[in-house]
């Protein structure tokens, strides 16, 4: 079984601060590990995703994120943060040896960045 | 580029009555998914289909709901026999091949009265 925890619900900081959003998983395999945001009102958007190689990432919209082998983590961080930036992510992961594209999702980070 | 199409974007139906949902993938991707989310599960896996063959269904409630994908420029996700728990956004998404950048749609909220 896998399994994608995003232990805080909601993260709110101001402008200029830095954020860094938590992702925990559980597979017992090599995963592949992604990132997405869903901004009020749209649907979920890509912005970043690690396979294999270089555990530090970047994506999109100046984001990137740190995978973890020793903790299990892929955390996402930027630096500093926008108001724009407010938005839910979302944390997933797919079973590396399935190669299919078929996620496992976290419940959601709500961040909002204060002006 | 139109990205992924889904339509209706809203649909509203009686409890028992059946709902079609419609995705249209970006051209050339070869793998089409179907989500479903609500906020008492969240994003839910449903089915996936790779050139056009059903590959994986093991999201999809077994007894009311089926997917098809007739061609490589839609695919089909119907419900038969609505029932209220039934109510989420439906969210569509193509890739070029299975473990890559996933393209969602903006989804369909049904909402079964």
């Known amino acids: 079984a896998q399994s994608v925890d995003q232990p805080d619900a909601h993260v709110t900081l101001s402008e200029g601060a830095s954020l860094e959003l938590r992702c925990s998983y559980s597979y017992s395999a090599a995963p592949y590990l992604f990132w997405y945001v869903q901004y009020p009102g749209q649907s979920l958007q890509f912005l970043l995703k690690?396979?294999?190689?270089?555990?530090v990432v970047k994506g999109t919209k100046g984001f990137e994120a740190e995978f973890r082998k020793s903790n299990s983590s892929f955390n996402l961080k930027k630096s500093p943060a926008h108001w724009s930036d407010s938005a839910k992510y979302f944390c997933?992961?797919?079973?590396?040896?399935?190669?299919?594209?078929?996620?496992?999702f976290g419940d959601g980070t709500v961040l909002t960045v204060k002006p | 580029n139109a990205g992924v199409i889904q339509t209706p974007r809203h649909k509203v139906t009686g409890k028992g009555q059946e709902a079609t949902l419609w995705c249209e993938p970006i051209s050339g991707h070869s793998a089409v998914f179907w989500y479903r989310q609500t906020i008492v599960q969240g994003l839910e896996f449903l089915t996936y289909?790779?050139?056009?063959?059903?590959?994986?269904d093991s999201g999809m409630p077994k007894e009311r709901f089926s997917a098809q994908m007739p061609n490589q420029s839609h695919s089909t996700l119907k419900i038969q026999s609505t029932q209220p728990q039934d109510s989420a956004v439906y969210l569509c998404?193509?890739?070029?091949?299975?473990?890559?950048?996933?393209?969602f749609g903006s989804g369909t909220r049904l909402t079964v009265l």
């Open positions: 690690y396979i294999t190689g270089d555990t």
């Open positions: 289909f790779r050139n056009q063959a059903p590959i994986d």
């Open positions: 998404a193509s890739s070029l091949r299975g473990a890559e950048t996933l393209y």
């Open positions: 997933a992961l797919e079973g590396g040896n399935t190669n299919t594209g078929k996620l496992t």
